[in-house]
């Protein structure tokens, strides 16, 4: 069966993902980290997230934290490899944007040259120097605010954010500080339905959503949750499409016991050697019993 159609062939860009906000249309976001994530997801999603979120699904890690700009540079240039259709946006991770205007520049352009169409970053307004000076060097930037993974300390944890009203107010400033220094696009992480919907009517901006409600412009999740392919206590705004862990494991079950009892490789899995050099591949002996 075919994912794609005709509107789905062509590249998305910045300017569609603005009209199809206007025009009510939902966005599709997921993440992918290699080549084969991203052809799998590319014809079917909007935008393919290059994430930090690497740290905690693919590389071991415990939270973002650990992701450095090289370990980003590697993924972002695999996935690129696989020429997505979908929007290509990769991650700033944890002080790759934090240090400097010049270090910021840097390494989102490093990026662009990998292949991204954008970068992301996580904050409000004390990161609005760094997403002007990005846009001002034609590096569209898309915006994260709420449940920001590279602030999991300073929150206490992964806790849902703006549940009171100081908080949630702040949010929604951020929110249309972050628009006017030039986002293209804001995810909405582990905040309230209702802020989100109050963010997503009064901006102009797509919001994305996670965690976020249903009124969000889009929504995103990382693909190896909706997948299934992550063990353990899932977030409640996770919904796994398939039990991708135990699913897999039964494949390569089934494998390993074809391996222990004979039946793999089969005759048909098998290369035979041409009849000219059968017998004197069955007459070989040692060279040194000759």
């Known amino acids: 069966m075919s994912h794609t159609s005709e509107a789905s062939v062509r590249r998305v860009t910045i300017p569609m993902l603005e009209l199809w906000k206007r025009d009510g249309r939902r966005l599709v976001m997921t993440t992918a980290y290699d080549a084969v994530t991203a052809r799998i997801a590319s014809p079917i999603v909007d935008v393919i997230l290059v994430g930090d979120s690497v740290g905690n699904v693919c590389l071991g890690f415990d939270n973002t934290l650990p992701v450095s700009v090289a370990m980003m540079n590697h993924h972002v240039e695999a996935v690129a490899r696989s020429k997505p259709r979908a929007l290509l946006v990769a991650d700033m991770p944890f002080l790759s944007f934090h240090l400097s205007i010049e270090n910021t520049i840097r390494n989102a352009g490093g990026f662009l040259r990998r292949g991204a169409d954008a970068v992301k970053l996580e904050g409000g307004t004390k990161r609005l120097e760094m997403v002007r000076a990005l846009v001002d060097c034609e590096i569209p930037v898309m915006g994260h605010l709420g449940l920001t993974p590279q602030s999991v300390n300073v929150m206490g944890g992964f806790k849902v954010q703006g549940q009171k009203a100081d908080d949630a107010l ?116 040692p060279s040194h019993a000759r």
């Open 170 to 285: 702040r949010l929604l400033d951020d929110a249309h500080h972050l628009q006017e220094a030039g986002c293209f696009a804001l995810v909405l992480e582990g905040i309230p339905a209702e802020l989100a919907a109050r963010a997503t009517e009064t901006l102009t901006i797509p919001t994305i959503g996670i965690g976020a409600g249903p009124a969000c412009a889009g929504q995103v999740l990382v693909l190896h949750d909706l997948l299934g392919l992550v063990e353990g206590r899932r977030p409640k705004f996770v919904r796994s499409y398939v039990d991708g862990f135990d699913l897999l494991q039964t494949a390569l079950s089934r494998w390993a016991a074809d391996v222990r009892e004979g039946a793999f490789p089969s005759a048909d899995e098998s290369y035979r050697l041409p009849e000219s050099a059968g017998p004197a591949v069955a007459n070989w002996t």
